[in-house]
């Protein structure tokens, strides 16, 4: 457990310096989801969807930005084990007695905090420029964790099928294409899906809502059950790489 406290901090001081070393790419990647918003934003109002009504816009940019988030824990733990699987290292990680799962577990959310610092700034900046009303409460903790989880569980999942295959880009385009419209426009046919939920009860939270009890039961129930799957699938994955010897090449 110690050893996973040392990779924590490590992780986040590599992050902060490669934030300090290059300033002027976390400025542009601020500017790019602001300009792509209000492209979104844009073509919903063309659409009839959201008007100028503050709360569809609330909807939306809530929507918008847990979609990247969610798009950004799954593709930041695939894209590490490419790179480990790239330089021949998964080997020399599975010897350090770390395990896989942990390792990866630990680095994404290491590096992760710059994203939601990013993502925080984002919403503040759009909320007031969209002129849109929201409350703050400690419920939208519990909520974003849970989120958070269940996007871990997700990246998991891919992660099994870039151990055994090497090559996720398509399913990772498939997911990209699936998950974040969903988050975003909150569609029925997936309001049972962690992720998608979570959007809902994250949004009510921001509105002033509350939130049924039953709810948050539900959304604890399945995020717990999506994390779980994605590391049985994960460490099913690790044990079959190794039999097959698969995790000291590409």
Known sequence: MRRLFILFI????????????????????????????????????????????????????????????????????SNQISKEAKSGTLENMVLSGHGL??????????????????????????????????????????????????????????????????ETSSALLLLKLLVFPAVIAELPQLEWFPLVLGASIFRELLQGGVVEGLRWLLFAVETVALYSLGVFLFQSADLEARKRGLLGHE
């Open 101 to 166: 799962t942990a390792f990866f577990v630990v680095q994404t959310l290491a590096r992760f905090g710059q994203n939601l610092f990013q993502f925080a700034i984002l919403f503040f900046v759009l909320a007031h420029l969209s002129q849109i009303n929201y409350t703050l409460s400690w419920q939208l903790l519990p909520a974003f964790v849970l989120f958070l989880i269940a996007a871990l569980g997700l990246g998991l999942a891919l992660g099994a099928v870039e151990l055994l295959f090497k």
């Open 10 to 77: 490590a992780e986040l001081q590599r992050a902060w310096l490669e934030q300090v070393r290059y300033p002027l790419q976390f400025v542009l990647g601020l500017v790019l989801v602001g300009l792509i918003f209000y492209l979104l934003l844009g073509v919903a109002q063309i659409s009839g969807v959201s008007g100028a009504n503050p709360a569809q816009v609330s909807r939306l940019l809530v929507g918008y930005l847990l979609g990247l988030i969610a798009l950004g824990v799954v593709s930041s733990l």
